[in-house]
């Protein structure tokens, strides 16, 4: 049976050339659709002199709207400003479906606003685990409950992460999809001639910030360095808390055994990768670590810390769990050293394979867009008294704010009706049959 073809609009501040686990998400969902024969076009905010329509590999187009990151890679929140391009992206693509992504992007809580004012099909996936308490996740939380009170599918990478927006939103859960992250194993693959184990090298690629664990490193790598003679670090990566790591290492004088790398290109991951034995994750808080996933698809034993959706990532047997503490985290580094003889990356790497798809992802997201199509297009009254269910002030607020979107939209339709602004043309590209595609990324 011949599947439906869809146009699809992915949105969030978050996409290349900044890298990043949201990022990689996106490039490879919206390839893989491609190769499925729908439309994807991807909305992101200006990255330097990257700015205006680029194409990307497989005819995928980027709207890189000249907006410059305000904090966090993240673009200044204009509220109703960004209605008219966003508007105007929608008609001349002739989308379907709004897909937006994390629930940090300001752009993507926008992007859906607009697009349900005028009536478009919204899906979002959240990539991320929040809190409860503190002053920032209680605003997130509360934005995050205004973006879905009128999302018609959701998307979660992990059931802890489910459970989690879920709780945040107040979304019904029965709207709520698991849908895993994946690794392009085929990029990912072990080195033909393994690195040997008279010296245990142990690698470590992550943002240097307090969220990923960078604190916990400062601690871990001189006891196991103590402990181990022949254990070596390899640490790729930037961000405010290198500096703590460069004096930990002159501190200790630990110049030979730990080998600061700064920020690592995509690209290049897998080689620094393939050099070591073990991988070590040491983030407070995750909802999916797909470097996770690329260093057991490179044959890498994992060490991670038990916070997030992490446990359900790997099966027990390719991952050591400890809790976010400094000797609890040495002691489960010295259980992956004597595992290692065990190991056998070939095997790893095929059992990854079976595991992490992204062409099972795309599929599976397809069946999340036919259930979005069949929700029922409720009128203006009913969709925007939802709102009023967000609280006894930001109810309200909100539902204020929708009736202005809604009268700025119609004021737009008279200044610029949708048959003035011109339908692009789709870029044809020579086709390859779904069976050939999967054949190659095997």
């Not at 044959?299 to 769990?321: A, K, N, Q, W």
């Not at 992802?361 to 009128?379: F, G, H, S």
């Amino acid at each position: 049976m011949d599947r439906k073809k869809y146009r699809i609009m992915m949105v969030s501040d978050f996409f290349y050339p900044n890298f990043g686990g949201v990022e990689n998400h996106i490039y490879y969902l919206s390839q893989c659709l491609l190769k499925l024969g729908h439309k994807v076009v991807v909305v992101t905010h200006a990255y330097g002199n990257r700015s205006g329509v680029r194409y990307m590999t497989g005819g995928l187009k980027v709207y890189y709207v000249p907006w410059r990151p305000f904090v966090m890679q993240n673009s200044f929140p204009t509220l109703f400003p960004s209605l008219p391009i966003i508007r105007t992206i929608l008609i001349r693509e002739r989308i379907t479906i709004v897909h937006g992504h994390q629930a940090f992007s300001t752009l993507c809580h926008e992007a859906l606003m607009h697009s349900r004012t005028m009536g478009y099909r919204v899906v979002f996936t959240d990539h991320s685990l929040y809190g409860f308490s503190d002053a920032g996740s209680i605003h997130m939380n509360k934005v995050l409950q205004f973006t879905l009170a009128d999302v018609s599918q959701a998307i979660c990478v992990l059931h802890t992460s489910k459970e989690n927006t879920v709780l945040r939103s107040g979304l019904p859960p029965e709207k709520v999809f698991v849908i895993p992250n994946a690794v392009d194993t085929a990029m990912f693959k072990p080195a033909v001639v393994q690195p040997s184990r008279s010296e245990i090298v142990i690698v470590v690629i992550s943002r240097l910030v307090y969220r990923k664990g960078a604190d916990l490193l400062v601690e871990v790598i001189p006891d196991v360095c103590r402990l181990h003679p022949n254990v070596r670090f390899i640490v790729g990566g930037d961000g405010p808390k290198r500096v703590w790591l460069e004096e930990m290492r002159e501190k200790h004088s630990l110049q030979d055994r730990v080998e600061m790398l700064g920020a690592v290109p995509h690209a290049q991951v897998r080689s620094v990768l393939i050099s070591g034995h073990i991988f070590l994750n040491s983030s407070l808080t995750e909802a999916f670590c797909i470097a996770i996933l690329e260093a057991a698809s490179c044959g890498l034993l994992t060490v991670s810390t038990r916070v997030g959706g992490v446990p359900e990532v790997l099966p027990d047997d390719m991952i050591i769990l400890a809790e976010p503490d400094p000797g609890d985290m040495v002691l489960a580094i010295e259980r992956a050293i004597s595992m290692l003889p065990k190991v056998d990356p070939q095997v790893m790497h095929h059992r990854m394979r079976e595991l992490y798809n992204w062409h099972d992802v795309a599929k599976r997201t397809e069946i999340v867009y036919d259930r979005t199509l069949k929700c029922p297009n409720q009128n203006l009254l009913v969709r925007v008294s939802r709102y009023l269910y967000c609280g006894v002030w930001a109810g309200k607020l909100f539902f204020v704010v929708m009736i202005v979107d809604f009268l700025f939209w119609r004021l737009l339709e008279l200044w610029q009706p949708a048959e003035d602004i011109e339908e692009m043309p789709d870029l044809t590209l020579p086709h390859i049959s779904n069976k050939e595609t999967l054949q190659k990324t095997e």
